[in-house]
């Protein structure tokens, strides 16, 4: 696409870096309803780029981050000037969201998508209780430990890795699962999964033990299960600076 052609929807956290920005660029290269932009640019951290995400997910639109928040691994340098020839020039990743679906101790069902991960932690004094499920087969009896998640490749450097998960390549067809603070058995790291994989946690003594889901933001407090997999028929487009792309910054992160 022609750099001078680009019909940008610009999108802006409450921060006030943000909502300057938003207002200088758009003056400068025009603003457009998201319904007829050809890319998105979003002006914020981490957590607005995924607020964005959520919000664009049905209309298939690229999705260009400007970092103008606290974190911004997925997002790229904020510059004002050149933005229409960055975006001639950007590199596109594809992502697939995971689906959680967790029934709660009432009977009820919290369905989410959740971009970078779903965890369970515990949520009283005990350590929890999880019996873990692959694909319908038990391989964990029972782990007890502060809490586990699933993380997707781009979720990977979020809190699986401070929960000492491996980092994942943007391309890798796998998913990573993480214990939290896991105390026995006391020397399981994890596992590796097909992203085919549909991953079941059984909540074990939750009334006495209770344990909070939570997909990225939303949660499902006192659960009894939780049924976690790629929906593959969900993809977001994100778009990098050429040599600053997922695959790049996922490699770096491992040697810093």
């Not at 889901?213 to 929906?231: C, F, G, W, Y």
Request: proline share 4%; aromatic share 6%; glycine share 8%.
């Amino acid at each position: 696409m022609a750099g001078t052609s680009w019909k940008i929807c610009f999108r802006a956290s409450d921060g006030a870096d943000a909502r300057a920005a938003k207002a200088t660029l758009v003056a400068r290269y025009g603003d457009v309803p998201a319904e007829q932009a050809d890319v998105i640019v979003a002006l914020g951290g981490d957590g607005f780029m995924l607020n964005t995400l959520y919000a664009t997910e049905a209309l298939d639109i690229p999705v260009y981050g400007m970092n103008r928040g606290t974190v911004g691994f997925l997002m790229n340098d904020f510059v004002e000037d050149g933005l229409r020839d960055r975006l001639d020039g950007a590199e596109e990743a594809e992502i697939n969201p995971l689906r959680m679906e967790a029934v709660c101790d009432d009977g009820t069902t919290v369905t989410a998508l959740a971009i970078n991960e779903v965890s369970l932690f515990r949520a009283g004094a005990q350590a929890a209780k999880l019996r873990i499920s692959i694909d319908g087969r038990v391989r964990m009896d029972e782990l007890v430990c502060d809490g586990a998640l699933v993380a997707t490749p781009a979720g990977s450097t979020a809190y699986n890795y401070s929960a000492h998960g491996p980092i994942l390549p943007i391309g890798a067809e796998v998913l990573a699962l993480t214990p939290i603070a896991a105390f026995r058995p006391r020397r399981w790291r994890g596992a590796l999964l097909p992203k085919t994989a549909k991953v079941r946690f059984d909540v074990l003594e939750a009334d006495k033990r209770p344990v909070t889901a939570v997909a990225d933001s939303r949660d499902a407090r006192h659960v009894i299960s939780v049924e976690v997999h790629i929906e593959s028929g969900i993809r977001h487009r994100l778009l990098f600076d050429p040599g600053h792309g997922l695959e790049e910054r996922l490699i770096r992160e491992q040697f810093e």
